[in-house]
């Protein structure tokens, strides 16, 4: 199995800059979570879907922020326009409902200059 | 209420000795507790979690202990190793209406250097 994947692994962009992450969740897995990582707030959890649709985008910092499932393999995380503030690593696990055990991606670390 | 609060903040052991970790809850209806294990430059990974209807499990060198009229719950490393070198998150989830939510709250890590 090739475990949950993240695409980039390190972006940089100016201030103002469109940024689009992309996470593609274990096979067969049917809930998929996305987290930013700082070393001011920890692990926040931003938004989580189930069967591709948003349950809760509570963690979801600003407007700025959005986020997709269009099918079960694929989900994206927009920042737009970005901030140096949103400089973070950000990590999308994902989850078979009925069972507990989230399986993290190894994240893209964003940097916002 | 929905907050999860982890110590100590870092925490240096010899090889071979014992590494605690603890958390402490307020939410009553959490009824999961996982520990994750982030590497640097990696996500975390589940280690090891507990239910509230046991206070301990074991697996391995890692133990969970787990109080819940205290709230507590603590993460024990026997005979700690330099591989052991990592960041240690505790974390919480409860019920939902459909099963667990899988929403997990977080604490903040704890650092920990075992030193040959």
């Known amino acids: 199995d090739a475990g949950v994947i993240q695409s980039p692994r390190h972006e940089v962009t100016e201030m103002g800059q469109e940024v689009t992450l992309r996470c593609k969740p274990i096979s067969g897995h049917n809930s998929l979570f996305w987290y930013r990582q700082t070393m001011m707030r920890g692990l926040e959890l931003l938004i989580y879907?189930?069967?591709?649709?948003?349950?809760?985008d509570s963690g979801m910092p600003e407007d700025r922020f959005s986020a997709k499932m269009p099918n079960a393999s694929f989900s994206t995380l927009k920042i737009q326009p970005s901030e140096p503030r949103d400089s973070a690593v950000y990590f999308c696990?994902?989850?078979?409902?009925?069972?507990?055990?989230?399986?993290f991606g190894p994240g893209t670390r964003l940097t916002v200059l | 209420q929905q907050q999860v609060k982890q110590s100590p903040q870092s925490l240096i052991v010899q090889k071979g000795g014992i590494s605690i970790i603890n958390c402490a809850y307020e939410?009553?209806?959490?009824?999961?507790f996982p520990w994750y294990q982030q590497f640097p430059g990696k996500g975390p990974a589940l280690l090891i979690a507990?239910?509230?209807?046991?206070s301990e499990k074991k697996e391995g060198r890692f133990t969970i202990s787990f109080n819940k009229s205290a709230k507590q719950f603590s993460l024990h490393i026997m005979d700690s190793q330099p591989g052991d070198s990592a960041t240690y998150f505790c974390a919480a989830s409860w019920e939902g209406v459909s099963g667990n939510t899988g929403k997990l709250i977080f604490g903040q890590g704890t650092t920990l250097q075992v030193k040959p």
């Open positions: 507990i239910r509230p209807d046991v």
């Open positions: 939410n009553t209806a959490f009824d999961y």
């Open positions: 879907f189930n069967n591709n649709v948003p349950i809760d």
């Open positions: 696990a994902s989850l078979y409902r009925g069972t507990d055990t989230q399986y």
